[in-house]
């Protein structure tokens, strides 16, 4: 049997359950369009897949700001530099309390439950929580009560709750209100912040509600890199004095957190209305075409179960990158479209995007309004 045997098989395996996964080289074209150099020649995709969601990842001055090397080595070490701790001076005032950054969202989670929670903790977390939240509750000694997603029932000895403040696949919200007055409530808004609340600082925020720690990403909406963790000053002492996640990793370059900061600035309501405009244009049309969309915000799920994977491929052909969602990321039978909005994308985009939609998922149907035909590949 050949060394890497199981490995080949294990593989195999993957491919055999329609499981593989493959990556794509895009090179971007303004905020909202890419080029698929090894794709058919002289498309310009749509692009409905990114989380980019105010449009600022190719924004000039984001891209001006990422100009640095790298930082050599963890921050508390040599890697520490005058950019990060600007960085995170302008979250602490965004928020009103201690900010610390991390390298990314996934490793935030990880830091937040390994190292602020132990084993007199029960943590209640939503079933439909992303990994990193999953994967930082393995780590961590706290025992775990997994709610329904959406339920505000907890056990009676919970001392945690752990909710996304907007959740990445259903593109619904978690019921604040109703949660029941357990010691500490954890809001992870990767996919609020910035988009949704008084100055974007997210779903609990639009409700006057203050987590006691509040996860964020600096990849999404703000166009850069990276991650932070709003909580307590204590919380902050020890995310760096005893969370691994921060401790042994090398620090995000400079120009990373220079450019984060610079998206922050950017990232004003005159943008997040405008991400709600176009929100707003194409959760109506899908509405009007009789295509049921869950959630109410600027991720638009589409359940198409067994057809996801031929309906996204559909929709490349016709100039859309649209997201694919399957098992194991949703549960089987949940696979479904994962639409993403962009406050940089244009009410033609929307209404050709709607036009594609109605083309993949009802080709039954010839009602489709004029305006609103796909006009095919577009370039
Ligand atoms: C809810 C949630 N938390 C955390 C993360 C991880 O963030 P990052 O991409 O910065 O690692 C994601 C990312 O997709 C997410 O959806």
Redesign the pocket.
């Known amino acids: 049997m050949s060394r890497y045997g199981r490995w080949q098989r294990r593989a195999e395996q993957i491919e055999h359950d329609g499981l593989r996964r493959t990556l794509r080289a895009l090179v971007p074209v303004g905020a909202t369009r890419a080029r698929w150099p090894e794709g058919p020649a002289g498309i310009v995709y749509d692009v409905f897949s990114s ?1 980019d969601y105010l449009g600022l990842a190719e924004h000039p001055e984001v891209k001006a700001a990422m100009a640095s090397g790298g930082s050599g080595a963890a921050r508390l070490i040599s890697g520490n530099r005058r950019g990060h701790e600007a960085l995170e001076e302008a979250l602490s005032a965004l928020f009103g309390r201690p900010a610390t950054l991390f390298g ?6 990880l830091a937040v439950y390994s190292a602020l929670f132990d084993a007199d903790d029960l943590v209640a977390s939503d079933a439909l929580n ?1 990994a ?2 999953i994967d930082g509750l393995r780590l961590s000694k706290a025992r775990r009560a997994i709610l329904p997603h959406g339920s505000s029932e907890v056990p009676s000895d919970t001392t945690a709750i752990a909710v ?1 403040g907007l959740y ?1 696949m259903d593109g619904d919200f978690p019921p604040l209100p109703a949660l029941p007055n357990v010691p500490l409530l954890v809001v ?1 808004e ?2 609020a912040v910035g988009c949704i609340g008084p100055q974007g600082r997210g779903y609990a925020a639009t409700l006057g509600i203050t987590p006691d720690i509040i ?1 964020g ?1 600096l ?2 909406a703000f166009g850069a ?3 932070f963790v709003v909580g307590p000053p204590a919380v902050r002492e020890i995310l760096v004095s005893a969370s691994r996640p921060f401790i042994y990793t090398t620090a995000m370059p400079e120009g990373v957190a220079a450019a984060a900061r610079v998206g922050l600035e950017l990232a004003t309501d005159a943008r997040r209305e405008q991400l709600r405009a176009a929100t707003q244009r194409l959760r109506s049309g899908l509405a009007q075409l009789g295509i049921p969309a869950l959630g109410s915000a600027h991720i638009v799920p589409i359940l198409t179960g067994a057809s996801t994977m031929a309906a996204a491929h559909a929709l490349l052909g016709r100039g859309f990158l649209v997201g694919a969602v399957r098992y194991p990321t949703v549960a089987r039978g949940q696979e479904r479209l994962r639409i993403t909005l962009s406050a940089e994308h244009d009410a033609d985009q929307v209404d050709r995007l709607l036009g594609a939609l109605a083309e993949v998922l009802l080709p039954g149907r010839n009602s489709v309004p004029e305006q609103r035909a796909g006009r095919g590949i577009s370039g």
């Open positions: 989380n990314s969202g996934y490793l935030a989670n992303h990193s939240i996304e990445s992870d990767a996919h996860v990403t990849g999404k890199a990276g991650a």
